[in-house]
Nanobody, 124 residues
Framework: EVQFVESGGGLVQAGGSLRLSCAAS????????IGWVRQAPGKGREGMSC????????YYSDSVKGRFTISRDSAKNMVYLQMDRLNPEDTAVYYC?????????????????WGQGTQVTVSS
């Protein structure tokens, strides 16, 4: 079974940056679309970004495009989310997610595999 462990969350001031990491196990990168989905308190899930393991194509939602960057290190089975110019609306639990196939959108949320999540809090 695919497993993910996220890390890198924490408290940051508005305008600051954080880098989230996702360590994947029992996982063949080239077969999956890997993404990041967040959920803020009292709100639904929001897809932010996706990277196709087969070819490295990346997708972003409009809310994070230009501020967040997704990347991968296939040799280490790691996926990263660099988050810049954070604002209080980015406060949420961030999940590393995956599904068989390739990415088609940065805002997709119906992934099959989910990590346990890491909290990101942005203070004003």
């Amino acid at each position: 079974e695919v497993q993910f462990v996220e890390s890198g969350g924490g408290l940051v001031q508005a305008g600051g940056s954080l880098r989230l990491s996702c360590a994947a196990s029992r996982f063949r990168f080239d077969r999956y679309a890997i993404g990041w989905v967040r959920q803020a308190p009292g709100k639904g899930r929001e897809g932010m970004s996706c990277i196709s393991g087969s070819n490295g194509d990346t997708y972003y939602s409009d809310s994070v495009k230009g501020r967040f960057t997704i990347s991968r290190d296939s040799a280490k089975n790691m996926v990263y989310l660099q988050m810049d110019r954070l604002n209080p609306e980015d406060t949420a639990v961030y999940y590393c997610v995956a599904d068989i196939g390739v990415c088609t959108s940065g805002s997709y949320t119906f992934y099959e595999y989910w990590g346990q999540g890491t909290q990101v809090t942005v203070s004003s």
